[in-house]
C-alpha cells in the first residue's frame, strides 16, 4: 500500500491505522519503506477491533476492556514517538448505543473524558485528535458532530487535544464544514482535515469535490483564514466500487489543487468579501459560480 501511494505522485504524508498496520510492531521497516517511497508519517489513526470493543472501547461496561483499550492507544502514541509521527487521531465508532434504556449517559460521558485525558496526559508532546462521526457502526455515537466534541474536549481540558474534521462526516452530521472548521478554531485546535465527499446520507468517501464544490472552497477559504497549515488527508474508498486507487488519488489530488487556487482567488475577492458582509446570498454565487464553471 505504501508503494502504491509512492506511485500517485505529489503525496508527501501517511497515515496509518493503529494496531493493524504495525502488526508485530515493525516500526522500523514501515518508516524505511515511508522514506523510499518519498513519504513521510503524519499520524497513527486508532481501530479498536471487533468484535472485543464492539460495546464500546472508552465506554465499555466492562472495566478490564476499557483499560485495555486506552492502554492500547498509549502503546500507540509510544510507536508514533518513535516513528517519528505527531498526530494520534481517535475515531471512537464503538462509544455510543443503539437503544433507549441501554445507557447510563452520564458514565459514558465521563468514560470518554476521563480516557481522553489519560491519553492526551501519557505524551503531552504530541497532538490527539477526536474525528466525531454521527453514527456506524453504533445507532448513535457519543460524540457525533462539533458542538457534542467542543464539549467533551473543554471538559478534559488538555492543550494537546483537538478535532479532525472529515469533510464527509460533517455533511452526514448535518453541518457546513467550513462552519464546523470556524467553530473548532474557536474553541479549541483544528489538527486534522479529512477531505472526501458524499451526498450527506452516510459516509460514502466519495473523491473530493465531485458532489460539493462550493463547499469544499469554502472550507479552504475558512482554512486558510483560521491559518491552518496541517495535512489534507484523502479519506476515500475506491475499493466500494473497484476503482484504481493510484488513479482514484489522482484524482484527488488533481481535483483539490484546483479547488484550493480557487479559493485562493476567491479569498481576496472584494466583491465577494462585500456580499458576505450583507449576506448577499444571489451576488455570493453568482461570483463562486463565475471562478468555478467560468464566465456565462
Known sequence: ????????GGLTSADLNFPEHLAGENVDAISRALSDHGLALNGLAMRFAMPEFANGAFTN????????AIDLTRRGLDILAEMGGSLMTLWMGQDGFDY?????????WDRTVSALVE?????????????????????????????TTLLGLCEADRPNLGITLDFAHSLYADEMPAHAACLVARHSRLLGVHLNDGYGKRDDGLMAGVVHPIQTVELFVVLAGIGYDGVIYFDTFPDHSGLDPVEECRTNLANTERLRMLAARLSDHVELRKAIARQDAATSQRIVARALFGAG
Open 1 to 8: 500500500m505504501i508503494a502504491a501511494a509512492g506511485r500517485v
Open 61 to 68: 461496561p466492562d472495566a478490564a476492556i476499557r483499560r485495555e
Open 100 to 108: 433507549a434504556f441501554q445507557a447510563d449517559y452520564g458514565v459514558l
Open 119 to 147: 491519553v492526551a496526559d501519557h505524551n503531552p508532546d504530541t497532538n490527539v485528535a477526536v474525528e466525531y462521526k454521527p453514527n456506524e457502526p453504533r445507532a448513535f455515537a457519543l460524540m457525533p458532530d462539533v458542538a
